[in-house]
């Protein structure tokens, strides 16, 4: 974690006149909340999909497919009769997986990045959704690690 020299009160500074020396605070990261009540936006998401791919830049990677792990974080926008519990008002998680599991098996790409684009501009084609975040992790490429991209995109289409 980041530590910078901070004190109770605005701002960090240097504490070298303080009687204790420098008081280190931890830097948290932000991260927003996709779900917003008041801006009528709901949280849709796949967590820890599994799918094998052909990714990557090196000759092996084009003939061998490699495990990733995707997950898919969509900030929806309500529409009326939501609450009527019909299937035909929400974003379908299901067809989320389908979109994955369509671009996995569509050939190889060099790149997390395009992979995790492709499934973002995929989502984004829905009028009511109006974020798509996806995390693209290798699971099998650097045996004490995992890797991968997140990104994030906005919708410029009108809501319905």
Same mark, same amino acid.
């Given at each position: 974690m980041t530590t910078r020299l901070a004190k109770p009160g605005p701002g960090p500074v240097d504490h070298t006149d303080h009687p204790s020396g420098p008081v280190l605070a931890p830097i948290k990261p932000v991260i927003p909340s996709i779900a917003n009540a008041?801006? &009528?936006?709901?949280?849709?998401? %796949? &967590?820890?999909?599994?799918?094998?791919?052909?990714?990557? =830049? *090196?000759? /092996?990677?084009?003939?061998?497919?490699? &495990? #990733? &792990? #995707? @997950? =898919?974080?969509l900030g =929806?926008?309500?529409?009326?009769?939501?609450?009527?519990?019909?299937?035909?008002?929400? =974003?379908? *998680?299901?067809?989320?997986? /389908?979109? #994955?599991?369509?671009?996995?098996?569509?050939? /190889? %790409? @060099?790149? #997390?990045e395009t992979m995790a684009t492709r499934i973002a501009d995929i989502c984004l084609q829905d009028r009511r959704i109006r974020s798509a975040r996806v995390r693209i992790e290798k699971l099998d490429v650097i045996p004490d690690a995992i890797v991968g991209v997140e990104i994030e995109r906005l919708s410029h289409l009108l809501p319905p």
């Open positions: 008041s801006h &009528r936006i709901r949280h849709v998401f %796949v &967590r820890d999909m599994i799918v094998s791919c052909l990714i990557g =830049v *090196y000759k /092996h990677e084009h003939t061998a497919p490699q &495990r #990733v &792990r #995707v @997950n =898919v974080d =929806v926008l309500e529409q009326p009769g939501t609450q009527h519990d019909d299937l035909a008002g929400v =974003v379908c *998680y299901e067809h989320i997986c /389908h979109c #994955v599991r369509s671009v996995a098996h569509d050939g /190889h %790409v @060099n790149l #997390v």
